[in-house]
C-alpha cells in the first residue's frame, strides 16, 4: 500500500521511520519532508494546505493512506477535502475532519466543549480586542501566576505564564493590540494557574473505540530547569514515572471516556490521534489543552516503544477494531533530546552545515528542520534542527546515551538542554 505522510518535522521522520517497518508498506512518500525523511521516504514539494495539488498526488500515485502529522492541514481541512472527493473517499485519513480539528484550532472552542461535558479543566474567561478593558479589569482581580493563551493555533508557542498584573496587562497587550501571534490572539483565553505537573496523553480514536498509546512528558522552556521562553519542546520522556496504573485509570475514566462521549453527543466526527495535555494536581488530573495529531518531540519518545507494527494498528481503526486491539510496548525508557538552532525561539539562522551525525550509533536520529544543499551536505532548515532518541533500561541510561550522541552533532550556535528529565530522577 502507497502512504503519504504530511508535515515536515520530527514528527514525521518518526512516523515514515514507523511505517517503513511494515511489510504492508509499499512506498511511502512526505509532503514537504526533509532531509531525514528523505533517508526512509520520497519526499514531494507540496506544501501542507494545498489540498488541490495533495490531492492530485494522491490519486495519481494510488495513495490508499494519509497520515496528517502537522495540525494546520487538519484545522484546515484537509480530511474533509478528501472526503468530499469521489475518487479519493477511499483513502484512509488519520486525523480528524474539520469539525474534530477544533479541539485544537480554538482554545476558546475547546474549554467551552470541555465545560459542557464535565471535564476537568482550569477555570478561564474569554476575551477579543472589542471588550479589552473587561480583560484587563479580570486580570487585575486575578489570581498570580496567571495562564494566557493565544486562542488559534501558534506553533506552541502561544501560551505566556505571567507572574503580575503589570506583566499579564503587558503580554496581553501584545497579543490583543500588537498581534504578537498574528490573528490566533485575535482572541485570547485567560485561565486560571494549576500548581502541579505536567504530561501528555495520547489515543487512537475511531470517535467510539480508542487504544491508549504511551504517555510522555515534555519540555518547552528553552532554558534549563524550565525557564525562558516557550518552544515547540525540547525534549521528552516516556514513560512518565509518576503517571502509575491509578493515575492513568483516572485520566480514561474522568477525561478520555468523557470527551468521546462528548463527541458523540455534538455529532462530532473523529478519526484519529488525540493528545490530551495534562496537569497532575495532587493526584487528579485536569487539561491543559488537546491536541489533534501526535506531539513533537513526544512521537519520537513514543513511537520507539511501540513494537507493534504502525500499519496493523492504523488498520484496525480502520476496521473498528481498536477494542480487541493487542498494542506491544517496549518497557525500556525513551530519551528525546532536541537540537535547535541558535537563537531559536526567537531570529535564528539557516543553511549551517551539520556535522557529527555518522557519530550517533547508539541513538535514533529524526531530523526536524534540516535540508539538503545542492553540494548534498545536510544543513539547518529551521529552529528545531534535530531529535535524539535513546532507549535504556532506565531513566538515567537512556539520558546519558542521548546527551552523548547530542555532544557530536555540531554546526554553528548549535544548543539544547542538558537537563530533560531533571524532574523524574
Not at 490521534?273 to 519518545?301: C, H, S
Not at 526567537?346 to 534540516?370: C, M, P, Q, R, W
Request: proline share 4%; hydrophobic share 40%; net charge negative.
Amino acid at each position: 500500500m502507497n502512504i503519504l505522510i504530511i508535515g515536515s518535522g520530527g514528527r514525521e521522520h518518526a512516523l515514515a521511520w514507523k511505517l517503513r517497518q511494515s511489510e504492508y508498506a509499499e512506498r511511502i512518500f512526505v509532503a514537504p519532508g526533509n532531509a531525514g525523511t528523505a533517508q526512509v521516504a520520497t519526499n514531494v514539494d507540496i506544501a501542507i494546505t494545498d489540498f488541490e495539488v495533495l490531492a492530485k498526488f494522491a490519486d495519481d500515485f494510488d495513495i490508499m493512506m494519509v497520515v496528517v502529522g502537522q495540525e494546520a492541514a487538519l484545522v484546515a481541512g484537509i480530511h474533509d477535502y478528501f472526503k468530499k472527493l469521489e475518487n479519493l473517499r477511499h483513502i484512509l485519513v488519520i486525523g480528524p475532519c474539520k469539525d474534530g480539528a477544533q479541539l485544537e484550532g480554538s482554545k476558546d472552542f475547546s474549554k467551552q466543549f470541555m465545560q459542557r461535558h464535565n471535564i476537568p479543566t482550569a477555570r478561564y474567561a474569554t476575551f477579543t480586542e472589542a471588550n479589552y478593558v473587561d480583560a484587563i479589569s479580570y486580570l487585575e482581580n486575578h489570581n498570580y501566576p496567571v495562564v494566557l493563551k493565544a486562542d488559534g493555533l501558534a506553533a506552541g508557542k502561544g501560551v505566556v505564564i505571567p507572574q503580575n498584573f503589570e506583566e499579564a496587562s503587558r503580554q496581553l497587550e501584545g497579543m490583543l493590540h500588537l498581534r504578537r501571534f498574528g490573528e490566533a490572539g485575535s482572541k485570547v483565553v485567560i485561565e486560571e494557574f494549576l500548581e502541579g505537573i505536567e504530561l501528555s496523553a495520547f489515543i487512537l480514536t475511531d470517535g467510539k473505540e480508542y487504544i491508549l498509546l504511551p504517555e510522555a512528558k515534555d519540555y518547552k522552556r528553552i532554558g534549563e530547569g524550565d525557564t525562558g521562553l516557550n518552544t515547540g519542546g525540547m525534549g521528552a520522556i516516556s514513560p512518565v514515572p509518576f503517571a502509575d496504573a491509578a493515575f492513568m485509570q483516572k485520566v480514561e475514566e474522568r477525561i478520555i471516556k468523557p470527551t468521546l462521549a462528548g463527541l458523540q453527543a455534538e455529532n462530532i466526527s473523529y478519526s484519529g490521534f488525540l493528545f490530551i495535555g495534562l496537569m497532575k494536581v495532587n493526584d487528579d488530573p485536569y487539561v491543559i489543552e488537546y491536541n489533534v495529531r501526535l506531539g513533537d518531540p513526544e512521537t519520537e519518545a513514543i513511537l520507539p516503544r511501540i513494537k507493534t507494527d504502525l500499519f496493523e494498528l492504523f488498520r484496525a481503526l480502520h476496521d473498528g477494531e481498536l477494542d480487541n486491539f493487542n498494542l506491544e510496548i517496549d518497557p525500556r525508557t525513551a530519551a528525546t533530546i532536541m537540537l535547535v538552532a541558535g537563537g531559536y525561539p526567537e531570529d535564528y539562522g539557516k543553511g549551517d552545515v551539520i556535522s557529527g551525525l555518522e557519530a550517533t550509533n547508539d541513538v535514533l536520529v529524526f531530523h526536524a528542520g534540516t535540508t539538503q544543499n545542492d553540494k548534498g551536505q545536510i544543513t539547518t532548515n529551521g529552529g528545531r534542527v534535530i531529535a535524539l532518541t535513546a532507549l535504556g533500561n532506565n531513566l538515567p541510561e537512556a539520558l546519558t546515551k542521548a546527551t552523548t550522541a547530542a555532544e557530536k552533532i555540531t554546526w554553528k550556535n548549535r544548543y539544547f538542554r542538558k537537563d530533560i528529565g531533571f524532574d523524574l530522577r
